[in-house]
């Protein structure tokens, strides 16, 4: 039963709060735009960092644009989405490119959406960081449970 937390848009800058959930889950995931890569060091998941470019990140040679994780009971989609509509990405388009993933990641917007309606679920954590923010630093934890049972958990740091 893996877990897992899932940030982006950090844009040099992580919630220290954000930063704790990270460290204590087995895996941590970045939707992009980490900006500075240092940043990333200060996650230290107890299995695995996932990091992918941000549509700020192309001087980042070392992340990928696209990264995929799999599990027994899914597979996850990792990607920014700024290449799916540049205000706000099509979730249809991003169900069209990765049918075959049980859940799909992206950042770009910074706003918080878990979107259940159909299968894949697209999900954004929002941002991680103090740039735009809309209200607080954000990141979900996910849960596996089982085949049928992946618990999306949403935090929001105000302070």
């Not at 939707?31 to 941000?54: C, F, M, R």
């Not at 299968?119 to 954000?138: D, L």
């Amino acid at each position: 039963m893996p877990k897992i937390c899932i940030l982006s848009d950090s844009h040099g800058f992580i919630h220290p709060e954000v930063v704790k959930i990270a460290n204590q889950c087995d895996i941590a995931i970045h939707a992009g735009d980490v900006i500075n890569e240092a940043t990333l060091s200060q996650l230290k998941p107890k299995q695995k960092l996932i990091a992918i470019k941000g549509n700020n990140d192309d001087h980042i040679s070392s992340l990928n644009k696209i990264e995929f994780l799999e599990f027994p009971s899914g597979k996850i989609a990792i990607e920014h989405g700024h290449l799916h509509g540049q205000h706000k990405p099509s979730h249809e388009s991003l169900r069209v490119a990765y049918p075959d993933a049980k859940v799909i990641i992206y950042g770009h917007t910074h706003k918080q959406v878990i979107d259940k309606e159909s299968t894949p679920w697209v999900i954004n954590p929002g941002a991680s960081g103090e740039t735009r923010n809309h209200g607080g630093s954000k990141c979900f934890t996910m849960d596996i449970y089982d085949d049928k049972e992946w618990l999306i958990t949403p935090y929001i740091f105000t302070s």
